[in-house]
């Protein structure tokens, strides 16, 4: 019994060993599952721009206008910005999103660039829109304001080049890019976007909305808006052209569900705001929201599903919605036409829809009918306009067409005073024809009215007080014809003038103050 109580161990139950192995597992997938929760955590949202259109200058100062400036605590954590490799072809960049304290990262947006819609890149964006990236991907369009007479041929290639890229993806891609459509037509997406889809009730879309839906979000930047002034003043540009050219990009936008902007490096403006909204990402400490504007000429701001057929109307009265959409929809199935088979004689307006349709079926598109009404100048710098619209330039006569005319004028001004005509009684007939002919016809006097009125009349400071020249000098003529007034007819009840009873009223007060002075005491 000794022996055998010495040479006996303990021998562990398998009910104890089963239980303290399951007690290292949990252990090991609690910590897991905490370490999985952190690295999510602080995994970045991924975001993509295909960034369209634009040289490659233009496209860094677009990059530069949604990074912010960063602080010195910032850029002691990140030095350097990442490169911009965007000279050849697809480029690719990327910037981190960064919260409003400038501390926290809410995600990365990756970039690729294009520079020309050719047909030649179109096989290198389909490996980048997959089933998983198509949700969080934005399509820009870059337009450039120093020639809006090529916008709509841009926007032509480019949304023909995207429709045929898109329809070549997977179907699983195809399955997202509907339900992404869906979302944003039932204002399910964009939450940070000041929409009419307030109401939690789905708003049907209107006539012409979302027609012809891409499958990915659109938004349109019209940059460098700060030179549209030298529209009006080098091309002779007024509120109608500029008027015809927004109404037009809104209603080619709104079949799409597009959004647009007008943007300029030179002056704040919401298109961080509205790229980061469009892509759902949304500052945790400052919500910002945006406001449509169609007011400020140089600050247009459409959003996406904000805009419709009833407000382009009331931009300006005439412009055809419905020609406009229907030949948008024709033009985009129809292969391009090239510049030399533009008519000439296409008229500027759009009167009717059938005409568009029309137009369209002749061989005439809605893209000839906007480049013809949004003319180059350098095409016609050497031709005379064909348009009878009125002009601030006028052209200069030639030297010796100039004294010519003015031969004939003095000829006849001689012929007059020999006959025995006297020439003050043809003053001014003479002076409108010496005018008409130092202009070149009949139309130079419309150009001086139009460029009087232009520059507004002719003033002077008087005292501190505005005098209007050309009224001052009509009043004074009037004076000058007014006949003599009837002295008896401004006398005095005693028979006296004006004059005499002012003489005689001040010659009574000298009397009266000389009666009344103190007389000097006598040394």
């Known amino acids: 019994m000794l022996n055998q ?34 690295g999510s955590g602080k995994r970045l949202t991924e975001k993509t721009v295909f960034l369209l259109g634009g040289s490659a ?79 969080n991907s934005l399509f820009v369009i870059l337009l450039d304001w120093s020639e809006p007479w090529n916008w709509i041929r841009q926007m ?59 499958g990915i979000p659109l938004s349109v930047v019209c ?35 597009a959004s647009l902007i007008y943007s300029s490096s030179s002056s704040p403006n919401h298109l961080p705001t509205l790229v980061h909204s469009t892509l759902g990402i949304h500052s945790l400490l400052k919500r910002e929201t945006l406001k449509h504007n169609v007011i400020d000429r140089d600050k247009i701001l459409i959003p996406p599903n904000w805009d419709s057929w009833g407000k382009i109307r009331v931009t300006r009265e005439g412009f055809n919605v419905e020609a406009v959409s229907t030949g948008w929809s024709n033009d985009i199935r129809l292969p391009q036409l090239s510049l030399g088979q533009r008519d000439s004689e296409m008229p500027l307006e759009l009167s009717t829809e059938e005409q568009c349709q029309q137009n369209t079926k002749d061989g005439e598109s ?52 020999e006959h025995g005509a006297d020439p003050k009684d043809n003053k001014d007939a003479s002076s409108l024809e010496l005018r008409v002919k130092a202009g070149g016809g009949t139309g130079s006097v419309d150009d001086r009215s139009q460029v009087n009125d232009h520059i507004g009349p002719v003033q002077f400071n008087v005292g501190g007080i505005q005098v209007d020249a050309e009224d001052m000098l009509k009043r004074l003529k009037e004076r000058e014809e007014t006949p003599d007034r009837d002295i008896s007819a401004s006398a005095t009840p005693d028979g006296k003038s004006q004059n005499e009873a002012l003489a005689n009223f001040f010659a009574g007060l000298i009397k009266r103050n000389g009666s009344n002075s103190p007389r000097p005491h006598a040394s």
Do not use: C
Not at 6 to 29: M, V, W
Not at 170 to 185: I, L, N, P, T
Not at 386 to 391: A, E, K, V
């Open 5 to 38: 109580s010495k040479n006996s161990q303990p021998i562990s139950s398998p009910t104890k060993t089963r239980k303290a192995q399951n007690d290292g597992e949990a252990k090991e997938n609690m910590w897991s599952g905490l370490l999985d929760s952190v």
């Open 57 to 135: 200058e233009t496209q860094r100062e677009f990059l530069e206008t949604l990074s912010p400036d960063p602080t010195k605590k910032h850029q002691e954590r990140h030095r350097k910005k990442p490169p911009v490799a965007n000279e050849f072809a697809l480029g690719y960049t990327y910037q981190d999103v960064l919260d409003a304290d400038q501390e926290d990262t809410l995600a990365r947006l990756s970039f690729y660039t294009l520079p020309e819609a050719l047909q030649a890149y179109a096989p290198l964006l389909p490996p980048l829109l997959t089933a998983q990236t198509v949700p």
């Open 156 to 214: 032509k290639d480019w949304i023909e080049l995207l429709k045929e890229v898109l329809t070549s993806l997977d179907e699983d891609a195809k399955g997202s890019m509907d339900e992404v459509m869906r979302e944003w037509q039932q204002g399910r997406r964009g939450a940070g976007i000041i929409t009419s889809h307030e109401s939690s009730t789905p708003i049907p879309p209107g006539p012409g909305e979302w027609d012809e839906a891409l």
């Open 223 to 257: 940059y460098n808006s700060n030179i549209m002034d030298n529209l009006e003043t080098d091309h002779g540009w007024r509120e109608e052209e500029f008027d015809f050219v927004l109404q037009f990009l809104r209603t080619i936008l709104l079949k799409h569900g």
């Open 366 to 417: 809605l893209l000839s009918v906007y480049e013809n009404t949004i003319v180059n100048p350098k095409e016609t710098a050497g031709q005379q306009p064909t348009f009878s619209r009125d002009r601030l330039t006028v052209e200069a006569m030639g030297m010796q067409e100039f004294l010519a005319g003015q031969l004939q004028v003095m000829e006849q001004l001689k012929a007059q005073e």
